[in-house]
């Protein structure tokens, strides 16, 4: 419950000004102020860590695992099933370089004309049994959340990064899929086993990508001829069917936070995006499919991960604003993957690429889980359930718990009482990924801000992000950071919102600031607890654009109310400061796609 609290001192545990405190309410009859109890001191406000700790607590995400739960973790064994024997195969796994769980390890070899592939898949359900504690506390937490400093597992760390762990060189449990491909990609078969397996080598993406490049190290140079041409030359099938699908290929910027062992930032880069990265997906995308059509075929329930078409809604707002950036978009035709494709081919190299990336991404609907099989839009399939990571997600132990019993690979499958529950798993995780969504964005918003907060009154490139009556949301070029210039502070003009062409124009000179217009910006206030931050713009606004009708004089757009999907205005997650002053507002951003 938000709001502001009196704590007296005997509730207090001594909490000083400054620490970052759990606070519950306290019942009391009467007028006045809300009274509070101080359950925990967390750490302290001025700590760089607390930017993570707000975060977890804002959003109710569990960060401590109660004893049962610990107990259970530090007893667990694997439940004996009959498995196959894969240690002898040389499966590896390509991780970040700073992964410490790893759920999947894959393998190719040539098979006539076309390819053998194995994805090997930690084999959770073998631990975590249905009705236990551990069970229990999985499904509360739904997913892990990770954050720039920390990581919030759904499993106790004796098992995520260690006894279900792929690690390298050690005897580990698996539930793994053996699928069949032509050279040309296409799938002629699979099954899937319960085994054992020792995994080769722990890989990087980047190692990976150096030895098929030609740049093998010494670690890399053994597996060269025997895992990693193979591996490379399987994809490159996998591919060739991916891109007949043609799926929806939104390849958006990812920034990496690096923290030091202060909690201070290191350093803010743009996450790579490799072959290797691509080689990773597009096997689990695969595997997924395999156990979503083996359900299917069983007859089985399961929970499906679906991403459903834009709605008409926002497929009419992105057709009304396409073409106020000179890029058609016909009405009435159906949307396709293979058509914003095209549409995003259109404008590569343009200064618009990043502006038409972000409004296609904000037509699109948020992926979820469902029990009912809606398809998956941005993939452009059919049938697709998450399979691949059940270490850190609920669904994927889920549908490993459907499999098992569906196939009769053991004893420790999905009971009756879990094939009943799909709609209310379906609906539970789909809250506890956006949960963690949310807490991570937000995390990451404060490290930003308090990265750039000794920089105030520095000059920052960015682009406009969003377009509303009070001003214009701004994202820094370098950081990826969010933040919010008022209309107050730029100049002394009138500006009145045109949400035909999501602009800001000047009522006396007609001059504009667009949506995604390149500019310069001083930062003014940088506010870490809040994630907020201040800019004034110095670029000057364009010339009029002769071909839109000018403004009405009272500050209302005229009769063509278009706007891009998700209105154009504040990008979606940016946040109003909770400071305020007299003609100044501040914000925060958030956003992040996930399949």
């Given at each position: 419950?938000?709001?502001?609290y009196v704590?007296?001192?005997?509730?207090?545990?001594?909490?000083?000004?400054?620490?970052?405190?759990?606070?519950?309410?306290?019942?009391?009859?009467?007028?006045?102020?809300?009274?509070?109890?101080?359950?925990?001191?967390?750490?302290?406000?001025?700590?760089?860590?607390?930017?993570?700790?707000i975060?977890l607590h804002?959003?109710?995400?569990?960060?401590?695992?109660?004893?049962?739960v610990?107990?259970?973790a530090?007893?667990?064994?694997?439940?004996?099933?009959?498995?196959?024997?894969?240690?002898?195969?040389?499966?590896?796994?390509?991780?970040p370089?700073?992964?410490?769980?790893?759920?999947?390890?894959?393998?190719?070899?040539?098979?006539?004309?076309?390819?053998?592939i194995?994805v090997a898949?930690?084999?959770?359900?073998?631990?975590?049994?249905?009705?236990?504690?551990?069970?229990?506390?999985?499904?509360?937490?739904?997913?892990?959340?990770?954050?720039p400093?920390?990581?919030?597992p759904?499993?106790?760390e004796?098992?995520?990064?260690?006894?279900?762990?792929?690690?390298?060189?050690?005897?580990?449990?698996?539930?793994?899929?053996?699928?069949r491909?032509?050279a040309?990609?296409?799938?002629?078969?699979?099954?899937?086993?319960r085994?054992r397996?020792?995994?080769?080598?722990?890989l990087?993406?980047r190692?990976?990508?150096?030895?098929?490049?030609?740049h093998?190290?010494?670690?890399?140079?053994p597996?060269?001829?025997?895992?990693?041409?193979?591996?490379?030359?399987?994809y490159?099938?996998?591919?060739?069917?991916?891109?007949?699908?043609?799926?929806?290929?939104?390849?958006?910027?990812?920034?990496?936070?690096?923290?030091?062992?202060?909690?201070?930032?290191?350093?803010i880069?743009?996450?790579e995006?490799?072959?290797?990265?691509?080689?990773?997906?597009?096997?689990?995308?695969?595997?997924?499919?395999?156990?979503?059509?083996?359900?299917?075929e069983?007859?089985?329930?399961?929970?499906y991960?679906?991403?459903?078409?834009?709605?008409?809604?926002k497929?009419a707002?992105?057709?009304a604003?396409?073409p106020?950036?000179g890029?058609?978009?016909?009405?009435?035709?159906p949307?396709?993957?293979?058509?914003?494709?095209?549409?995003?081919?259109?404008?590569?190299?343009?200064?618009?690429?990043?502006l038409?990336?972000?409004?296609?991404?904000?037509?699109?609907a948020?992926?979820r889980?469902?029990?009912e099989?809606?398809?998956?839009?941005?993939?452009n399939?059919t049938k697709?359930?998450?399979?691949?990571s059940?270490?850190?997600r609920?669904?994927?132990?889920?549908?490993?718990?459907?499999?098992?019993?569906?196939?009769?690979?053991?004893?420790?499958?999905?009971?009756?009482?879990?094939?009943?529950?799909?709609?209310?798993?379906?609906?539970?995780?789909?809250?506890?990924?956006?949960?963690?969504?949310?807490?991570?964005?937000?995390?990451?918003?404060?490290?930003?801000?308090?990265?750039?907060?000794?920089?105030?009154?520095?000059?920052?490139?960015?682009?406009?992000?969003?377009?509303?009556?009070?001003?214009?949301?701004?994202?820094?070029?370098?950081?990826?950071?969010d933040?919010?210039?008022?209309?107050?502070?730029l100049?002394?003009?009138?500006?009145?919102h045109?949400?035909?062409?999501?602009?800001?124009?000047?009522?006396?000179?007609?001059?504009?600031?667009?949506?995604?217009?390149?500019?310069?910006v001083?930062?003014i206030?940088?506010?870490?607890?809040?994630g907020?931050l201040?800019?004034?713009?110095?670029?000057?606004?364009?010339?009029?654009?002769?071909?839109?009708?000018?403004?009405?004089?009272h500050?209302?757009?005229g009769?063509?109310?278009?706007?891009?999907?998700?209105?154009?205005?504040?990008?979606?997650?940016?946040?109003?400061s909770?400071?305020?002053?007299?003609?100044?507002?501040?914000?925060?951003?958030n956003?992040?796609?996930k399949?």
């Amino acid at each position: 419950e938000r709001g502001e609290y009196v704590i007296e001192k005997p509730d207090s545990l001594s909490a000083r000004d400054g620490d970052l405190v759990r606070v519950e309410p306290k019942s009391h009859r009467g007028y006045g102020p809300k009274r509070g109890v101080v359950t925990a001191i967390l750490g302290r406000v001025d700590d760089p860590r607390s930017a993570s700790l707000i975060a977890l607590h804002t959003h109710g995400v569990p960060d401590e695992f109660p004893s049962a739960v610990l107990a259970e973790a530090a007893e667990a064994e694997p439940l004996q099933a009959p498995r196959e024997d894969l240690t002898l195969i040389p499966l590896v796994t390509i991780d970040p370089d700073d992964a410490r769980d790893h759920d999947d390890a894959v393998f190719a070899a040539p098979d006539g004309s076309g390819w053998r592939i194995i994805v090997a898949i930690a084999d959770v359900a073998a631990y975590v049994r249905t009705g236990t504690a551990l069970d229990r506390e999985a499904f509360r937490r739904g997913n892990s959340t990770y954050f720039p400093d920390r990581v919030a597992p759904m499993l106790p760390e004796t098992l995520s990064a260690d006894l279900c762990s792929l690690k390298e060189g050690e005897l580990r449990e698996t539930l793994a899929v053996e699928m069949r491909i032509t050279a040309d990609g296409v799938k002629t078969s699979h099954r899937f086993m319960r085994a054992r397996m020792r995994s080769l080598a722990r890989l990087s993406y980047r190692e990976a990508q150096d030895a098929a490049d030609g740049h093998p190290s010494e670690k890399t140079a053994p597996l060269l001829e025997t895992v990693i041409k193979p591996l490379w030359a399987a994809y490159r099938a996998l591919d060739r069917a991916r891109k007949r699908r043609e799926p929806l290929d939104l390849d958006l910027p990812e920034r990496r936070v690096r923290i030091g062992e202060d909690g201070r930032i290191l350093s803010i880069t743009l996450r790579e995006r490799l072959d290797a990265h691509r080689l990773i997906e597009e096997f689990m995308i695969q595997a997924n499919v395999c156990a979503s059509e083996t359900l299917e075929e069983a007859r089985s329930p399961q929970i499906y991960r679906v991403h459903e078409e834009p709605s008409g809604e926002k497929l009419a707002h992105l057709a009304a604003f396409l073409p106020t950036l000179g890029v058609s978009w016909a009405k009435g035709q159906p949307a396709t993957g293979a058509r914003f494709n095209r549409l995003l081919a259109s404008v590569r190299g343009s200064e618009h690429e990043s502006l038409v990336h972000e409004t296609v991404l904000r037509s699109q609907a948020q992926a979820r889980y469902s029990d009912e099989n809606l398809g998956h839009f941005g993939l452009n399939l059919t049938k697709y359930a998450h399979f691949t990571s059940p270490i850190r997600r609920y669904s994927d132990l889920i549908i490993h718990r459907a499999l098992i019993r569906a196939l009769g690979l053991g004893p420790d499958g999905a009971n009756q009482s879990d094939l009943t529950r799909m709609e209310e798993y379906a609906g539970h995780v789909t809250m506890t990924e956006r949960r963690s969504m949310a807490a991570e964005r937000e995390a990451s918003d404060r490290y930003l801000v308090l990265f750039l907060a000794d920089r105030v009154g520095a000059r920052f490139s960015g682009k406009v992000a969003g377009v509303t009556r009070a001003g214009l949301f701004i994202r820094l070029d370098e950081t990826g950071a969010d933040g919010f210039a008022p209309a107050a502070r730029l100049g002394e003009e009138y500006w009145v919102h045109d949400e035909a062409s999501s602009a800001l124009v000047g009522r006396r000179t007609e001059r504009r600031y667009e949506l995604g217009m390149p500019l310069e910006v001083r930062l003014i206030e940088a506010i870490p607890l809040t994630g907020s931050l201040l800019f004034e713009v110095l670029t000057e606004p364009r010339p009029p654009r002769r071909e839109l009708r000018r403004p009405p004089p009272h500050g209302r757009p005229g009769p063509a109310r278009t706007r891009p999907p998700d209105g154009g205005g504040r990008p979606p997650g940016i946040r109003h400061s909770s400071r305020k002053t007299k003609g100044q507002a501040s914000y925060g951003k958030n956003k992040k796609p996930k399949r």
